[in-house]
């Protein structure tokens, strides 16, 4: 079951976020583990939500005591559209989704020279897709094939 219902905490930190950078935002997640929050930002906004020389991102992140993400996002991109954002431009050739022991997977074949980017260093782009694809739309597991 998505975790897809917004917080009294998340409403907070979206307005502070939105009144801050002038940006639409339509989400903040929490990656509590990691000591981050990903804001889904409507893709026209990313620079103004950036700021000049990442400004607006290093001032949240010293507001909030978190690491900030700005990850672009709009409620009418397909799937594949949003997962290659998260996988930093990974060319994506498949997405198939299956059920196994009641945990939701998503296995995300990308080209071949796009594994180590669709991943990230020390799989923080995996992660990041992991959490925020579990909070939108309950998938627990995300493989890179």
């Given at each position: 079951?998505?975790?897809?219902?917004?917080?009294?905490?998340?409403?907070?930190?979206?307005?502070?976020?939105?009144?801050?950078?002038?940006?639409?935002?339509?989400?903040?997640?929490?990656?509590?583990?990691?000591?981050?929050?990903?804001?889904?930002?409507?893709?026209?906004?990313?620079?103004?939500?950036?700021?000049?020389?990442?400004?607006?991102?290093?001032?949240?992140?010293?507001?909030?005591?978190?690491?900030?993400?700005?990850?672009?996002?709009?409620?009418?991109?397909?799937?594949?559209?949003?997962?290659?954002?998260?996988?930093?431009?990974?060319?994506?050739?498949?997405?198939?989704?299956?059920?196994?022991?009641?945990?939701?997977?998503?296995?995300?074949?990308?080209?071949?020279?796009?594994k180590?980017?669709?991943?990230?260093?020390?799989?923080?782009?995996?992660?990041r897709a992991?959490k925020?694809?579990?909070?939108?739309?309950?998938?627990?597991?995300?493989?890179i094939?």
């Amino acid at each position: 079951m998505p975790e897809d219902r917004i917080t009294i905490e998340e409403w907070r930190l979206l307005s502070i976020f939105q009144e801050f950078t002038g940006a639409v935002a339509y989400r903040c997640i929490e990656d509590v583990e990691n000591n981050k929050l990903y804001f889904l930002v409507n893709p026209a906004d990313i620079g103004k939500a950036i700021g000049k020389r990442g400004i607006n991102v290093k001032m949240l992140s010293k507001m909030f005591g978190k690491q900030v993400e700005i990850v672009p996002y709009r409620p009418d991109m397909t799937l594949e559209e949003f997962l290659s954002k998260l996988l930093m431009g990974a060319r994506i050739i498949s997405i198939k989704s299956i059920e196994k022991n009641k945990e939701k997977r998503l296995i995300v074949k990308v080209e071949e020279a796009d594994k180590g980017k669709a991943i990230g260093r020390g799989g923080r782009n995996i992660e990041r897709a992991r959490k925020i694809l579990k909070t939108l739309y309950g998938i627990d597991k995300v493989i890179i094939s």
